[in-house]
């Protein structure tokens, strides 16, 4: 009798661990489902529906314009209207800019700062295309060009190395439609381009740990790349004052791609305080590495802000 309780005692123990066991692989199969979610891809036009791309869901959007910019002749381009889409995924950044108003020195002005090489240059269905692509030790940062009339779209991908395969999605996806004509500037010819294909799904990534005191890097192996930086608006108390200086800023780049603190180091007041924070939340980066990992890092940004 005592020899079959003793059995009976084992046989429960057994039991006890592996529900125990069992217990621990779901946790573990739902703290990992947990750092990763399913992403669809968005499909987006431009103006008249004359440009077609698709972009990971979830990006952030932005507004500027009445400004201009210039040229290295010293000719001013008039930007009526800049709308930016970016989404940063899985250590990529994509980005596409919509420009309204003087688009052909507009164009002028960015490609002259453009730090690529030139890869294309040509027309396609009536759209001036141009692609650069620049490659350092530290990223490949792919940018297109597309000119029609008085608009300009600007699409970017940036990774840490080469053929990306969210980066080649993201400019494959574009269609240039002009006089019920369609064309796909990134795809084989021998590829139909009368519709934009359906995208697979893109695992998400997501960070272990939203504790960003415990991830930082002093000295990261890869420092910030930022990417896009939105000009902060002037406030119209500091207008009317006609309020001159700088805003110094402390902001935390964290592992997830995003700007998750920032700390004003020096300011002006009037409002710029605000702007200058309100601007720095949006940047654009890739994450410092270390180790092979995302981390987060601190680094400086400043403002400067001047009346005419």
Request: zero cysteines; proline letters at 3%; charged letters at 25%.
């Amino acid at each position: 009798m005592k020899f079959t309780s003793k059995i009976l005692i084992n046989y429960v123990l057994v039991l006890f661990l592996i529900f125990i066991a069992s217990s621990q692989l779901v946790a573990q199969a739902a703290v990992d489902s947990a750092q990763t979610k399913k992403v669809k891809w968005q499909g987006l036009s431009g103006k008249n529906e004359e440009f077609f791309f698709l972009i990971p869901e979830g990006f952030q959007t932005f507004a500027d314009g009445d400004y201009f910019t210039m040229t290295k002749r010293g000719d001013k381009a008039q930007i009526d209207n800049r709308r930016t889409l970016a989404r940063y995924i899985n250590g990529v950044v994509l980005m596409i800019e919509f420009y309204e108003g003087d688009a052909k020195d507009i164009l002028a002005a960015l490609t002259e700062r453009q730090k690529g090489q030139i890869v294309k240059d040509e027309f396609i269905n009536g759209f001036q295309f141009k692609s650069y692509v620049e490659k350092t030790p530290e990223f490949i940062w792919e940018t297109q060009y597309f000119l029609l009339k008085k608009r300009l779209y600007v699409l970017q991908g940036v990774a840490r190395a080469e053929n990306n395969q969210i980066v080649r999605n993201f400019f494959q996806s574009v269609r240039l439609v002009n006089q019920k004509q369609t064309a796909a500037p990134n795809l084989n010819k021998d590829v139909k381009s009368d519709s934009i294909t359906n995208l697979p799904e893109i695992s998400e990534n997501l960070p272990v740990r939203t504790d960003d005191s415990q991830m930082l890097a002093d000295k990261p192996d890869r420092g910030v790349i930022i990417l896009y930086r939105p000009r902060p608006k002037f406030s119209p108390e500091a207008r009317r004052a006609r309020l001159s200086g700088r805003v110094k800023l402390k902001v935390l780049f964290s592992s997830s791609g995003k700007i998750t603190k920032v700390e004003i180091l020096s300011g002006l007041g009037s409002g710029l305080n605000e702007t200058a924070v309100n601007a720095a939340e949006q940047i654009q980066f890739l994450p410092a590495e270390k180790g092979g990992k995302l981390v987060s890092s601190y680094k400086t940004v400043e403002y400067t802000f001047s009346t005419y």
